[in-house]
């Protein structure tokens, strides 16, 4: 069976620190792969996907950015972080039309 | 542009009793529909979808939903609330052939013993 992995599961940065977080996927091959944000209070935002290694479409403008060097690894990061991007970074990967979530990150920047 | 509202920001609701979660969108063609469940500090649980063929479908955790085209919803349901249930229920949609999920804003459930 399919699994995605998210670590770290929490993350204590200060500001102006670089970021790097890593998702990967077993059981699958050749996955669409995602990054969301879900910041307190708000719902869920789309920041990155990718449909295949080296391939990255960002959703919008910010400070972040994705890789994807290998099939079923993902990878979010920033060269330096802003109080704004404190949130709950999660990961999915999709399989025909259902989407799987990973376990989340829980990211503070203080 | 497609779009999910979820009226309900909290709902609280007694241990036993029936629970009904609104979900509305906005898409010109036929929709592939979702509920997912998120529980404190975890990721998000696929409870059902709706794809095509009978409008009221059902999901683990005795959940159902029914879509109803008229009303552009697709509503959650539980005839029984467990205590297990408080977490933070999310709606969406799929669009652009499978491509592009848009989310509610979501409704976080209460139980109260």
């Known amino acids: 069976s399919q699994t995605i992995h998210q670590w770290p599961a929490t993350l204590v940065q200060p500001v102006g620190s670089p970021l790097s977080l890593e998702c990967t996927v077993e059981?699958?091959?050749?996955?669409?792969l995602y990054w969301y944000r879900q910041a307190a209070g708000r719902g869920l935002q789309l920041l990155f996907y990718?449909?295949?290694?080296?391939?990255i479409s960002s959703e919008v403008p910010q400070n972040l950015s994705a890789s994807r060097p290998q099939d079923r690894q993902f990878i979010l990061s920033s060269k330096k972080l802003l109080l704004s991007d404190s949130g709950f970074y999660l990961c999915a990967w999709q399989a025909g039309l259902h989407r799987y979530f990973g376990p989340g990150t829980r990211l503070t920047v203080l | 542009a497609q779009s999910v509202t979820q009226p309900d920001i909290h709902i609280t609701v007694s241990e036993g009793a029936s629970l009904e979660l609104r979900c509305n969108y906005s898409?010109?063609?036929?929709?592939?529909l979702f509920w997912y469940v998120q529980s404190p500090g975890q990721g998000l649980q696929l409870l059902l979808k709706?794809?095509?063929?009978?409008?009221l479908v059902q999901g683990i955790k005795g959940f159902e939903a029914e879509f109803k085209r008229s009303q552009s919803s697709f509503n959650l349901r539980k005839p029984s609330v467990h205590w297990s249930d408080a977490a933070e229920y999310f709606c969406?949609?799929?669009?652009?052939?499978?491509?592009?999920?848009?989310f509610g804003t979501g409704t976080q459930l209460k139980v109260e013993l």
């Open positions: 990718s449909v295949g290694i080296g391939q």
């Open positions: 898409y010109g063609a036929t929709p592939y």
């Open positions: 709706y794809f095509s063929g009978d409008t």
């Open positions: 059981g699958t091959s050749n996955p669409n």
């Open positions: 969406a949609l799929m669009t652009g052939g499978g491509n592009k999920l848009t």
